[in-house]
Every structure is written in C-alpha cells, then in structure tokens.
C-alpha cells in the first residue's frame, strides 16, 4: 500500500515556472518507480516524465512536449518526488497527477495514484 499527495499546484503566466512535489508513504521510498501524468479538459491522461530503477542506476524518461523545459527528480530522505515546470506555456494547463509503481525500469503501467494538483497557465 502507498499513499500519494500532491503539491505545489497554482495559477502562473507563461513563462513562468512552478515545481510541484508528490510526498510517499506506505513502502520503502527508493524502490518505487515513479512518475507525472496530466489531464486537461476533454483530453487523455498522458505521462509526462518518469523516474525509474535499473541495474546500473535511476533512468528518466520525458514527453516530447515537455523535454528540456521539465525535470523529474526524487529525494529519498523526504520521500518526495518533485517536477520541476519551467517556461510553462498554456497547453501544459492540466491536473497534475503523481503515480508509483513497485517494478523496476519504466513501467508501463502504475498501480497507486495521488488525487492530483491544478495547473493553470495564463497567456
């Protein structure tokens, strides 16, 4: 069992940045693969970046839309993920959500889910 929470969520103009951060309970923190989704109105969740376990170390994975302006990285002592936004632009307006899943690698798909944080960005 794992408990997610998100924060860090709010209204920001484009350009601006945000971090958001999903705090883990419930299971040994560094085991987890982690990882953003969104979901804007009327839209599909999609993944936005993702944090996994290897063999040889942690492996990140981005959405194309939002490689190079987003970063995904964890602490293990906090038991906290964080997404740092930067030149945030109107079509990254979503619900945030945090997820984990106990696989290694990327999963493909995550078993616990946090209830999510609103973004909102003003042109």
């Known amino acids: 069992q794992v408990q997610l929470v998100e924060s860090g969520g709010g209204m920001v103009q484009a350009g601006g940045s945000l971090r958001l951060s999903c705090s883990a309970s419930?299971?040994?923190?560094?085991?987890?693969?982690m990882g953003w989704f969104r979901q804007a109105p009327g839209k599909e969740r999609e993944l936005v970046a993702a944090?996994?376990?290897?063999?040889?170390?942690?492996?990140?994975r981005y959405a194309d839309s939002v490689k190079g302006r987003f970063t995904i990285s964890r602490d293990d002592v906090k038991n906290t993920v964080y997404l740092q936004m930067n030149s945030l632009k109107p079509e990254d307006a979503a619900v945030y959500y945090c997820?984990?899943?106990?696989?290694?690698?990327?999963?493909?798909?995550?078993?616990?889910w946090g209830q999510g944080t609103q973004v909102t960005v003003s042109s």
């Open positions: 997820a984990a899943a106990g696989t290694m690698g990327i999963p493909r798909n995550y078993d616990y």
């Open positions: 944090l996994g376990n290897t063999w040889s170390g942690r492996l990140t």
């Open positions: 419930g299971r040994t923190f560094s085991s987890l693969a």
